[in-house]
């Protein structure tokens, strides 16, 4: 607990976690709810749109998440190299 309040230990890496899988459930959902309608109105357009969410907003989430969680390693590997 003390380091909790300290900030020796970082909880955002966590949270960084948890916000890719919702991001990811967003793109997945989107696209899909986007296919549906392209569907229902029998634009192709619309379809191709959606599978182009999925696969894009999936792949942009995680290079966003993964430049975050990228951050945190810099300052870990600093901070044992600043321990040496």
């Known amino acids: 607990m003390n380091k909790f309040f300290s900030f020796e230990e970082m909880i955002t890496p966590i ?3 948890v916000l890719f899988w919702i991001g990811l459930a967003a793109s997945v959902i989107f696209g899909l709810i986007t296919i549906f309608t ?7 357009l619309l379809i191709f749109s959606g599978l182009l969410t999925i696969v894009v907003g999936s792949l942009l989430v995680r290079v966003y998440c993964e430049l975050l969680i990228i951050m945190f390693k810099i300052y870990e590997t600093l901070k044992q190299i600043r321990d040496k």
């Open 15 to 17: 949270i960084i976690k």
């Open 38 to 44: 392209g569907i229902i109105e029998e634009e192709f």
